[in-house]
Each structure stands twice: as structure tokens, then as C-alpha cells.
């Protein structure tokens, strides 16, 4: 069964409006939420964690557990935020390894 | 930052021979490091958590005889994909951690596509 699901596979948005990617997962534990970006024709890097609770390139993401959500959002796009976005979790399978959302294409438009 | 390299980007090969791809920790130690494939438009799937010094750990449906994984030092992890078919052709990518602790951030490699003729 797929842990993490995030619903929209493309999205886009003009420079200067609010984001927001949706990322829901399904674990009854106490889990531990990242997401993580891939720029054009780079590798896959840590965005942010829902445990530091920080802002990264003004981007936050709240861990919902009512909700079982862990969604990403900035108010005011740039033009450099166009990539790929991946919600993972890291539940109770040990070893540390994480489940990955299917990804998110975020496109501004200048 | 931490860097991990993986090799080679990209390979191509016949149906029936086998393809090696390497993932370096390259300024520090990894102890587990993890192995993804992900189609077009897809997720990564984890495939298997690499132990160094041990067996690895396959997930359910990956089959560990033609997924061959091996973790002879603290810094390789090398996946092998035998007798590869066209249904192989994917993209490969290994991650580690610096740390073991909780909430460590994986690093990623670039990913190794491979295309199976």
C-alpha cells in the first residue's frame, strides 16, 4: 500500500503567487516527514523536515497528524522554484529508509 | 556538503548481459545506503537497503538474485543487475546518510539510466 500520496502531478503557478503542495500520508505511528526537491538536471536534495520546523527558501511545511497531512507551501513563488517536489516519510521499517510520494512538477511562470 | 557519486549516468547494454553501477560516499562514511529505481513519471521505490559488511535488505518483490548487491567498504555500494532485460531499463538511484541518527537527510546520487536493448 502506498505511504505517501501526493494528488497533483503537475503544477503550475505564476511568479509572485502562493504554492502549496499536498502530501498525505498513511502511518498510525508517530512519523517523520521530509521534502525533498529536484532541480533541472540536478540530484535529489533535502528540502526541509518537519522536525527542524524551519523555513528553507521560504518554504514551510506543517505536520498535520489529525489530517496526516505534511503539506509545503511559500507564498510568493520564484521563477526558481520550478522543480520537482517529493513528499517521503520514514515510518517504522527501520534502518532509517523512507517512502517517497510520486512527486509534484511545480512550473512558475515568469 | 556531503556528495555522493554514482557511475556511470547512463549505460545502454544488450538483453542478457549484466550492468554494474557504483555509489561512492565521497568525504564520508556511509554504513547503509539505499538503492532506488523509478519509472517515467513515477515515485522512487526503494529496492534495498545496502549494509556494509552484510547482506543487504530487499523489499518485498525485488528479486535479490538479479539485483545484486554488494557493500565491501565503508564508502561503495555496487548494484548489479544480471542477465538485464528491456524491462530493467529504468533509472538508478542510490542515497546515504551521513549520520545514523534520527532525521538525518539522505544525499542522493545522480541517478545511473539505464536502457536495456
Known amino acids: 500500500a502506498q505511504r505517501v500520496t501526493q494528488p497533483e502531478k503537475l503544477l503550475s503557478v505564476f511568479k509572485g503567487a502562493p504554492v502549496e503542495l499536498k502530501c498525505n500520508y498513511s502511518y498510525s505511528g508517530s512519523p517523520e516527514l521530509f521534502w525533498y526537491v529536484q532541480y533541472s538536471r540536478q540530484r535529489l536534495q533535502l528540502l526541509l523536515r518537519?522536525?527542524s520546523r524551519e523555513s528553507i527558501k521560504g518554504f514551510t511545511a506543517d505536520l498535520n497528524k489529525g489530517e496526516t497531512s505534511f503539506h509545503l507551501k511559500k507564498p510568493f513563488a520564484q521563477e526558481e522554484d520550478s522543480a520537482m517536489y517529493y513528499c517521503a516519510l520514514k515510518g517504522p521499517w527501520g534502518n532509517n529508509r523512507l517512502a517517497f510520494g510520486k512527486g509534484n512538477q511545480v512550473v512558475v511562470i515568469p | 556538503g556531503a556528495v555522493v557519486s554514482q557511475h556511470p549516468s547512463r549505460v545502454i547494454c544488450k538483453s542478457g548481459t549484466s550492468v554494474k553501477i557504483e555509489c561512492r560516499s565521497l568525504d564520508f562514511q556511509a554504513t547503509t545506503m539505499f538503492w532506488y529505481r523509478q519509472f517515467p513519471k513515477q515515485s522512487l521505490m526503494l529496492m534495498a537497503t545496502s549494509n556494509e559488511g552484510s547482506k543487504a535488505t530487499y523489499e518485498q518483490g525485488v528479486e535479490k538474485d538479479k539485483f545484486l548487491i554488494n557493500h565491501a567498504s565503508l564508502t561503495l555500494s555496487t548494484l548489479t543487475v544480471t542477465s538485464a532485460h528491456p524491462e530493467d531499463s529504468s533509472f538508478y538511484i542510490c542515497?546515504?546518510?551521513?549520520?545514523?541518527?534520527?532525521?538525518?537527510?539522505?544525499?542522493f546520487g545522480n541517478g545511473t539510466r539505464l536502457t536495456v536493448t
Open positions: 542515497s546515504a546518510r551521513v549520520l545514523q541518527g534520527e532525521g538525518s537527510p539522505l544525499h
Open positions: 518537519h522536525i
